[in-house]
């Protein structure tokens, strides 16, 4: 600009006085801005809208497919992590024994073991089986996190409590104080409409005393709440080993039985006693081990086997459980529900000359842009925080197809927004019946 401006002057042989260089800079602004596209933001309205024919909604065929959410390994952003809010019961006998103790030692065995399944999760593994396969190994997209009552910071969500009835399980029980004996959750489940309770239990010190009975680390996963069985008795007896070392049992261990039992909160079924409807989860000759029992040489590793390692979640796994995390009906209320706070960091932006289509739902916590030269196709139900708003650039296309674009929060999102210019606008369209709900810009 400058240099122009000498050039400008010198041409026009002016003097340069103060006024006339303002008139020229006037001159030369105003010249810059006839060459700018003039654009132009603005909320969309029904007339920016191309609809179909088609007048009811017609639900898209794999919205309630698992593979609709595998996560997509290209792009990270369109599977948002998720925290899973779990809180810890601890069943003591009135006198306070028979688990782990009401102290700082018996909390942080605790935290340890939260945090071990966390590193788990984090650490997903290449599956052991079949022989040679080829199972993609993907992030998995969810931490724990122990959430105590609101409102109350000394609440840890780690609880103790004294119950000669209700402290022990039962392996041989048939109805009450087997594992599947629901009275801990009736009693002491606490936020149980937002967070799944687990409760570690032990077996009655008189079983543990007979020789017929084996008090094996045991558990259930039973959707809002789980049980963990026979921890503390294992950690405080260590085992002693032929050169004489001895092995503790550790939370990192428990954290493997942890997450089994997790799994089956969060939607999973075994691998290899029932059909789990995966086809990445082999059936498996139940070894525990290399060798255990005698024999035993092709190892399953998979969480939701029995086997000494759980460190291992498939793709069809991942999905089922992130399928889950959109469901109310499911896990969806076990969430953190980020999806309700504006968080602008974590927009989703289509970038220039790419297409993107959302097979599944899909929560964007940010802002969801589509830039210049790219589409976006949403299928199912895709959430905006309140505050956040779908950015369209002059030459997007946006098409919704059997979907609802809506804020699955109290307050709306603020809706469409579109940029255009005097060349381009994006182009918008509706099928099968999709709608916009809960936006501040409602398109009326
Ligand atoms: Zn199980």
Same mark, same amino acid.
């Given at each position: 600009?400058?240099?122009?401006?000498?050039?400008? @002057?010198?041409?026009?042989?002016?003097?340069?006085? @103060?006024?006339? %260089?303002? !008139?020229?800079? !006037?001159?030369? &602004?105003?010249?810059?801005?006839?060459?700018?596209?003039?654009?132009?933001?603005?909320? %969309?309205?029904?007339?920016?809208?191309? $609809?179909?024919?088609?007048?009811?909604?017609?639900?898209?065929?794999?919205?309630?497919?698992?593979?609709?959410?595998? +996560?997509?390994?290209?792009?990270?952003?369109?599977?948002?992590? $998720?925290?899973?809010?779990?809180?810890?019961?601890?069943?003591?006998?009135?006198?306070?024994?028979?688990?782990?103790?009401?102290?700082?030692?018996?909390?942080?065995?605790?935290?340890?073991?939260?945090?071990?399944?966390? %590193? $788990?999760?984090?650490?997903?593994?290449?599956?052991?089986?079949?022989?040679? =396969? &080829?199972?993609?190994?993907?992030?998995?997209?969810?931490?724990?996190?122990?959430?105590?009552?609101?409102?109350?910071?000394?609440?840890?969500?780690?609880? #103790?409590?004294? /119950?000669?009835?209700? #402290?022990?399980?039962?392996?041989?029980?048939?109805?009450?104080?087997?594992?599947?004996?629901?009275?801990?959750?009736?009693?002491?489940?606490?936020?149980?409409?937002?967070?799944?309770?687990? #409760?570690?239990?032990?077996?009655?010190? /008189?079983?543990? $005393?007979?020789?017929?009975?084996?008090?094996?680390?045991?558990?259930?996963?039973?959707? +809002?709440? %789980?049980?963990?069985?026979?921890?503390? =008795?294992?950690?405080?007896?260590?085992?002693?080993?032929?050169?004489?070392?001895?092995?503790?049992?550790?939370?990192?261990?428990?954290?493997? !039985? #942890?997450?089994?039992?997790?799994?089956?909160?969060?939607? @999973?079924?075994?691998?290899?006693?029932?059909?789990?409807?995966?086809?990445?989860?082999?059936?498996?000759?139940?070894?525990?081990?290399?060798?255990?029992?005698?024999?035993?040489?092709?190892?399953? =590793?998979?969480?939701?086997?029995?086997?000494?390692?759980?460190?291992?979640?498939?793709?069809?796994?991942?999905?089922?459980?992130?399928?889950?995390?959109?469901?109310?009906?499911?896990?969806?209320?076990?969430?953190?529900?980020?999806?309700?706070?504006?968080?602008?960091?974590?927009?989703? &932006?289509?970038?220039?000359?790419?297409?993107?289509?959302?097979?599944?739902?899909?929560?964007?916590?940010?802002?969801?842009?589509?830039?210049?030269?790219?589409?976006?196709?949403?299928?199912?139900?895709?959430?905006?925080? +309140?505050?956040?708003?779908?950015?369209?650039?002059?030459?997007?296309?946006?098409?919704?197809?059997?979907?609802?674009?809506?804020?699955?929060?109290?307050?709306?999102?603020?809706?469409?927004?579109?940029?255009?210019?005097?060349?381009?606008?994006?182009?918008?369209?509706?099928? =099968?019946?999709?709608?916009?709900?809960?936006?501040?810009?409602?398109?009326?």
């Amino acid at each position: 600009m400058k240099l122009s401006w000498h050039v400008l @002057l010198n041409n026009r042989k002016v003097k340069p006085t @103060l006024a006339a %260089a303002c !008139l020229v800079l !006037l001159l030369v &602004t105003s010249g810059h801005a006839a060459f700018a596209q003039k654009t132009e933001k603005r909320f %969309a309205t029904a007339a920016d809208i191309q $609809r179909d024919s088609v007048n009811r909604f017609i639900k898209y065929k794999t919205c309630g497919t698992w593979a609709a959410y595998v +996560p997509d390994t290209l792009h990270p952003e369109f599977t948002p992590f $998720r925290q899973v809010r779990i809180n810890i019961h601890v069943m003591l006998d009135s006198k306070g024994q028979n688990n782990f103790p009401d102290n700082s030692i018996g909390r942080q065995w605790i935290k340890d073991m939260i945090t071990n399944a966390n %590193a $788990r999760l984090d650490k997903n593994t290449k599956m052991n089986l079949p022989k040679g =396969n &080829t199972t993609p190994v993907l992030r998995i997209p969810f931490h724990y996190v122990l959430t105590g009552r609101p409102g109350d910071p000394r609440d840890d969500g780690i609880y #103790f409590h004294r /119950d000669d009835s209700l #402290f022990f399980m039962n392996k041989k029980a048939k109805n009450l104080t087997s594992v599947y004996d629901n009275r801990q959750y009736q009693v002491y489940g606490i936020q149980k409409d937002t967070v799944i309770n687990v #409760f570690l239990m032990e077996h009655h010190p /008189d079983s543990v $005393r007979s020789k017929t009975y084996r008090p094996s680390n045991d558990g259930i996963g039973m959707g +809002p709440w %789980a049980k963990i069985v026979g921890c503390y =008795n294992i950690w405080k007896t260590p085992t002693v080993m032929k050169n004489g070392d001895t092995l503790r049992y550790s939370p990192w261990d428990a954290a493997a !039985l #942890f997450n089994h039992e997790l799994g089956h909160c969060l939607g @999973l079924q075994h691998t290899w006693n029932t059909d789990d409807g995966c086809d990445d989860t082999p059936k498996n000759p139940g070894c525990w081990n290399v060798n255990e029992p005698p024999g035993c040489t092709d190892v399953s =590793n998979n969480v939701m086997d029995y086997n000494a390692w759980k460190i291992s979640y498939t793709p069809c796994q991942i999905g089922k459980i992130n399928k889950n995390f959109y469901d109310d009906k499911v896990t969806r209320k076990y969430l953190v529900p980020e999806w309700c706070t504006f968080n602008e960091s974590k927009t989703v &932006t289509i970038e220039s000359g790419t297409s993107a289509e959302w097979n599944g739902s899909m929560d964007v916590l940010g802002n969801l842009v589509v830039s210049n030269n790219a589409v976006l196709t949403i299928h199912c139900t895709t959430s905006l925080p +309140p505050g956040g708003k779908v950015i369209l650039y002059p030459k997007s296309t946006l098409i919704l197809d059997g979907a609802i674009l809506t804020s699955r929060c109290a307050s709306p999102f603020e809706g469409i927004e579109i940029i255009s210019n005097k060349k381009s606008s994006p182009k918008i369209y509706f099928k =099968n019946g999709s709608v916009l709900q809960n936006a501040v810009h409602m398109m009326e």
